[in-house]
């Protein structure tokens, strides 16, 4: 059964920094793309960053870029993000999201329940 | 950056009523597109894939259509677990945006 786990959100203070992790289970996480996608209280899903089977290739949403660095350890089934210069606008649910297929990006198959990341003073 | 922009944003409808959402972007994007429900408290389930592929495990009264630039998801036969929110998402070049989202409702 695949198993997608987030952890490391919290209560942050504006320009504070946090790491989520992801840890999966249930399918070969080396042969995976990654995603992360946030949802902010009472609005719409946003793509945040994606990473490549190997961690090679990231890319980033323009919102993020420059303060967000998604990475992976396929040797810990594990992915993460690190947030820098959190502000006001990154507080949402967390979502690390499985590719459906290894070689063609086609959608999200598995979801994990998120973790919540509150930026306030 | 590549824009989806879905209608209507919002839809009510009647148990066992077919409804259709439609789901625009802004350039080309060939037959890279996902469809996702999404629930509250819930995770976004995938039914969609390359604009018409049904995902495993999907009832088949979901189903997707559209290449290039416009898209639509139509549910045939509305179910009480169908009611919920609706997102498009591209996969043609990064970043991988959503639609605003479209929010079912029951009439």
């Known amino acids: 059964e695949v198993q997608l786990l987030e952890s490391g959100g919290g209560l942050v203070q504006p320009g504070g920094s946090l790491r989520l992790s992801c840890a999966a289970s249930?399918?070969?996480?080396?042969?995976?793309?990654m995603s992360w996608v946030r949802q902010a209280p009472g609005k719409g899903l946003e793509w945040v960053s994606g990473?490549?089977?190997?961690?090679?290739?990231?890319h980033y949403a323009d919102s993020v870029k420059g303060r967000f660095t998604i990475s992976r350890d396929n040797s810990k089934n594990t992915m993460y993000l690190q947030m820098n210069s959190l502000t006001a606008e990154d507080t949402a649910l967390y979502y690390c999201?499985?590719?459906?297929?290894?070689?063609?990006?086609?959608?999200?198959?598995?979801w994990g329940q998120g973790t919540l990341v509150t930026v306030s003073s | 950056a590549i824009q989806l922009t879905q209608s209507p944003s919002s839809l009510s409808a009647s148990v066992g009523d077919s409804v259709t959402i439609t789901c625009r972007a802004s350039?080309?994007?060939?037959?890279?597109l996902a469809w996702y429900q999404k629930k509250p408290g819930k995770a976004p389930n995938l039914l969609i894939y390359?604009?018409?592929s049904l995902q495993s495990g999907v009832p088949s009264r979901f189903s997707g259509t559209g290449s290039g630039t416009d898209f639509t998801l139509t549910i045939r036969s509305l179910q009480p677990e169908d009611f919920a929110t609706y997102y498009c998402?591209?996969?043609?070049?990064?970043?991988?945006?959503f639609g605003q989202g479209t929010n079912l409702e029951i009439k």
């Open positions: 999201a499985k590719r459906l297929w290894s070689q063609h990006y086609s959608g999200h198959d598995y």
């Open positions: 249930g399918f070969t996480f080396p042969s995976y793309g």
């Open positions: 990473s490549s089977a190997s961690g090679a290739a990231t």
């Open positions: 350039q080309g994007i060939s037959g890279a």
């Open positions: 390359d604009a018409s």
């Open positions: 998402q591209q996969f043609n070049s990064f970043p991988h945006s």
